[in-house]
């Protein structure tokens, strides 16, 4: 597994730098803009949304992350001109976004055009997904390039968004570019996902941060409002015992619409790997034993239950929609992101916890990594987006029609490596 893991980074990680490279000066974004599977890039013969004046702010922040976490992976490794090529792209990336966060007042639309104009309606004023992307990107970038100005920007930011998600008002700001993938906001509907996603930013915080309880207390407090609202223990006589509901109203109940009790396995998986990555830090940092001790109660299990929910063995993929009321998948379409997401969660709980179920976990993390290898990955190390439950790669857009930039594949399959 670790060579193969090890080819993707180099693969992926030359594509993107080559991307760049070639055309920097007219256009110093990461651009991922090209179809994973054909290999052609999106032109004026595309939708709007799909050139490269749509700027995606989600791809910018988490390709920053990327590029910082990638060149310490090369320079740990001793591939000083590949992390040296990154260093210099991570340098003019991070001064063309923040050059377009000033136009915007310190704030990122969701989408842009070069120039930062908004490329969709402008959106809420309240914290979003563009906001959390964005500081985690920020904070890793900042660190590489020795910018304290900048991490001071990264933490401001970040700060405003963990307030926002603790007070209920964070607002997502994606647009919705699949209609069986319902993802506007929704007043008094409250998702796990900022919560989840947070946690990523809050582990590296801690790490580098050490000596500031606040970061940790802040990971401590999410990770047991999932477990307390969104994990079924028993509290939920709708649900049986380990579901996980995606959202919940502001009462911490499940949400329901009238129709569907909604699961995304792949989110779950992905909790559990975030989760995992902070209680790795806290046990290495000798904090939140308890903390630690409460999670074997529950992440174990957790994980065998939602992937036997979500998993399509005969295809290979892990479903994007299940129903806990009636029992039945809703949404059978298999994106690429949840696999590599469930190999860190399975690596991580297992060396959390070797003795609660580990061999089941770890068949269950060999299915993923080997469902996302036969399946997804393409010559030039990246994943298609979408199959549907025969196998079949489909034309269907999870989040942003651009390509992943090394966010949910490799820094998944880099922490599996690393920790």
């Known amino acids: 597994m670790n060579q193969l893991i090890t080819r993707i980074l180099r693969t992926s990680t030359e594509v993107i730098l080559s991307r760049f490279e070639g055309n920097r000066k007219n256009y110093p974004f990461i651009d991922t803009k090209f179809h994973v599977v054909s290999g052609r890039d999106y032109d004026e013969s595309d939708e709007p949304f799909r050139r490269k004046n749509c700027i995606y702010s989600w791809i910018q922040g988490r390709g920053l992350e990327s590029l910082a976490k990638h060149i310490l992976f ?60 964005y ?7 900042s660190r590489i390039l020795g910018r304290p100005e900048l991490e001071m920007e990264a933490e401001n930011l970040f700060s405003f ?20 993938n319902k993802v506007s906001f929704v007043p008094g509907k409250i ?50 015992t380990w579901d996980f509901i ?40 000798g904090h939140k034993n308890e903390l630690v001790n409460d999670a074997r109660e529950i992440l174990p299990d957790l994980f065998i239950h939602v992937f036997d929910l979500g998993f399509n063995p005969e295809a290979g993929g892990i479903c994007k929609g299940f129903d806990l009321t009636e029992r039945k998948v809703i949404n059978s379409d298999m994106p690429w992101w949840s696999l590599p997401e469930t190999v860190r969660a399975g690596i991580e709980t297992a060396k959390l916890f070797p003795s609660d179920r580990a061999d089941e976990i770890l068949f269950r993390t060999g299915q993923a990594f080997q469902a996302f290898v036969q399946g997804f990955l393409q010559p030039n190390g990246f994943g298609c987006q979408t199959r549907d439950e025969t196998g079949k790669i489909i034309d269907v857009i999870p989040a942003v029609s651009d390509a992943d930039p090394g966010y949910h594949t490799n820094l998944s399959l880099l922490d599996v490596l690393t920790q």
């Open 191 to 240: 998702p796990q996902g900022p919560r989840m996603i947070a946690l990523g930013g809050l582990a590296d915080w801690i790490a580098a941060k050490p000596d500031e309880k606040h970061w940790e207390n802040s990971a401590e407090t999410f990770i047991r409002y999932i477990f307390e609202n969104h994990i079924n223990r028993g509290q939920y006589e709708a649900c049986r």
């Open 161 to 180: 968004v963990l307030d926002e998600i603790g007070h209920g008002v964070f607002h997502t700001d994606q647009q919705c570019f699949d209609p069986k």
């Open 74 to 133: 090369f320079q740990a490794s001793g591939e000083i001109k590949t992390a040296d090529r990154l260093k210099d792209m991570l340098s003019i990336v991070t001064e063309t976004m923040e050059r377009l966060r000033a136009v915007n007042h310190g704030r990122l639309p969701f989408a842009m055009h070069p120039d930062g104009s908004s490329f969709f309606a402008r959106e809420s004023d309240h914290a979003n997904f563009s906001d959390l992307f």
């Open 135 to 141: 500081s985690k990107g920020l904070f890793s970038a």
């Open 246 to 285: 995606e959202s919940v109203d502001s009462n911490g109940k499940p949400w329901y619409d009238g129709q569907v009790l909604f699961c995304d396995p792949g989110h779950a998986l992905e909790f559990i790997g975030l989760a995992g990555k902070c209680l790795l830090i806290l046990r290495k940092l």
